[in-house]
């Protein structure tokens, strides 16, 4: 099979028929085979009466139905395992993907060899309290992920190939930063492709502006684990046993202050009068807790039935 489109939806009852229709003939008009995977997100409405008459009417489509809303990256992790298609696309349901682009975007993952094509939507239909936030969620993620070339991170229209999706893990929020997750997987060769943005035509965006809050802490996770989940130590270690060292001399520097001041005869306070004393405690102690920390995150680490899971290309 050529295609697989995955569509996550919550409550698109008015767009998904016609989102099919324009999907089928484009797919008719370039002879591709291919299937519409829809994975209804626990919608309230009769999106999945929809999804259940397109299938008995194409054999193409195909339907998955979570009993409560999970969110947009369960809906693809299901989405990617069903999928059966060489090149997987993801889109939104809401009619502000074109579906105009999947040959483009085909050809790029076949023809040109990328492993995943991220849509960018230079000219937006969006209001200006959602672009602002955008561009500088995206100049953080670029400059986090060192994935400079892309601009649009966030954006729901992609294209992988079929390996990418079996050999990442989307979880929690993290279908913002699937391409974070391909690189650190492996798969280096990511591209970007400007595609058109439409207003949306039915109903309205079911995302706040939380998302923006979210996704930061997202991606200091993700960064956190791509860069230190396998080995804690080296940033809870370093770092504790250089606050501790800090402390330590700082602490060292009172003491012997405070003892020359004594054979000298010279007049001093207390050495628990001086508030660098406190500080440099404090710092000794949070040390000792970073180390120590850095300590049960490794122990953790190497108990962890993950600690060898590594992506292998081939074999021969």
Not at 58 to 84: D, Q, T
Not at 159 to 186: F, T
Request: proline share 3%; glycine share 8%; with cysteine.
């Amino acid at each position: 099979m050529d295609i697989s489109v995955i569509i996550p939806l919550y409550n698109e009852e008015e767009s998904l028929s016609e989102l099919y229709s324009w999907i089928e003939s484009v797919m008719n008009a370039n002879r591709f085979s291919y299937e519409v995977i829809f994975v209804n997100d626990g919608s309230t409405d009769h999106s999945w009466d929809v999804i259940e008459q397109l299938a008995q009417k194409s054999e193409h489509v195909h339907g998955i139905k979570f009993r409560r809303n999970y969110g947009k990256s369960p809906a693809l992790y299901c989405g990617f395992e069903a999928a059966k298609g060489d090149v997987v696309i993801t889109m939104d349901a809401d009619l502000q993907d074109s579906p105009d682009e999947i040959p483009e975007l085909y050809h790029m993952i076949k023809d040109e060899g990328y492993d995943l094509v991220s849509g960018y939507k230079q000219k937006r239909y969006d209001p200006l309290s959602k672009t602002l936030p955008t561009k500088l969620f995206n100049a953080t993620a670029r400059a986090i992920s060192g994935i400079d070339n892309l601009h649009d991170f966030n954006c729901g229209l992609k294209a992988y190939r079929q390996e990418v999706v079996k050999n990442i893990e989307v979880y929690g929020e993290m279908h913002r930063y699937i391409p974070y997750l391909a690189k650190n997987a492996g798969f280096t060769k990511i591209g970007e492709k400007v595609v058109h943005h439409q207003a949306r035509k039915y109903g309205k965006s079911k995302f706040g502006l939380n998302r923006f809050v979210n996704g930061y802490l997202d991606l200091l996770t993700l960064w956190f684990l791509s860069t230190f989940g396998k080995k804690p130590m080296h940033v809870f270690g370093f770092l504790g046993t250089l606050m501790f060292i800090i402390g330590f001399f700082a602490a060292f520097i009172i003491g012997a202050g405070k003892l020359y001041a004594l054979a000298n005869g010279i007049p001093q306070r207390l050495v628990t009068d001086s508030p660098y004393f406190y500080i440099s405690l404090t710092m000794m102690i949070l040390g000792t807790q970073l180390f120590l920390t850095g300590f049960i995150g490794d122990l953790i680490s190497r108990t962890s039935s993950q600690r060898n899971d590594y992506q292998i290309a081939k074999r021969v």
